[in-house]
C-alpha cells in the first residue's frame, strides 16, 4: 500500500468495517472487460453474502468466472481547502477477493437471507415461502486476501 500510514492493518478492524458499510460492489470480468455492481450484502464468517434473481449480467459473469473482488466503504465529513487539490474526505474502506459459490441447500439461504433481512431491516427471525427461496440465487464468497485503508479523519 503505497500510503502506509492509512493501512488498516488490524483484521478485526476491517472486519469492523465491512460489518458497517451498507453497499457492497462487486467486481468481475467477462473476458477482458471489467464489471462492477453494486450490491446488498452481510459479511459472515469470513465470507460475504449476497442475492439475487436467477437471472441478469452479474450471474452470467459469476457463473464463467465467479473470481471476484469486493470493495466497501464509509465517507465521513469533506475537509475544504484554500486550494481544491488539497481537499480531502474522511473514510474507511476495504477492498477484498475471493471465489463467488452458489448456495443450493435450503437452510443455507434462509440463514443467509435472515442475516440480511436483520442487517437492513433490524429485524430478527423472518419467514421465506419456499416458491420465493427458489426464485432467488444467494451467493457465498469466502475471502481469501482483504486490505483496508483509511483516512485519519475520519469524525
Not at 11 to 32: H, N, T
Not at 49 to 67: A, D, M, Q, T
Not at 89 to 118: C, N, P
Request: charged fraction near 30%; include cysteine.
Amino acid at each position: 500500500m503505497r500510503r502506509s500510514e492509512k493501512e488498516i492493518a488490524d483484521r478485526a478492524e476491517r472486519e469492523a468495517r465491512l460489518q458497517e458499510a451498507a453497499v457492497c460492489r462487486i467486481g468481475s470480468c467477462d473476458g477482458g472487460r471489467p464489471y462492477v455492481v453494486p450490491v446488498t450484502f452481510v459479511y459472515e464468517a469470513g465470507a460475504v453474502f449476497i442475492h439475487s434473481g436467477p437471472e441478469g449480467e452479474k450471474i452470467r459473469i459469476l457463473r464463467g468466472n465467479p473470481r471476484v473482488c469486493v470493495e466497501m466503504d464509509t465517507i465521513g465529513r469533506v475537509f475544504p481547502a484554500d486550494e481544491p487539490c488539497r481537499w480531502t474526505v474522511s473514510y474507511r474502506s476495504v477492498i477484498a477477493g475471493g471465489m463467488a459459490e452458489g448456495i443450493e441447500k435450503e437452510d443455507g439461504k434462509v440463514r443467509a437471507l435472515t442475516s440480511l433481512v436483520r442487517k437492513y431491516s433490524g429485524r430478527g427471525a423472518a419467514e421465506f415461502l419456499r416458491e420465493r427461496l427458489d426464485e432467488v440465487i444467494v451467493i457465498r464468497i469466502p475471502l481469501d486476501s482483504m486490505t483496508g485503508k483509511a483516512s485519519p479523519c475520519l469524525t
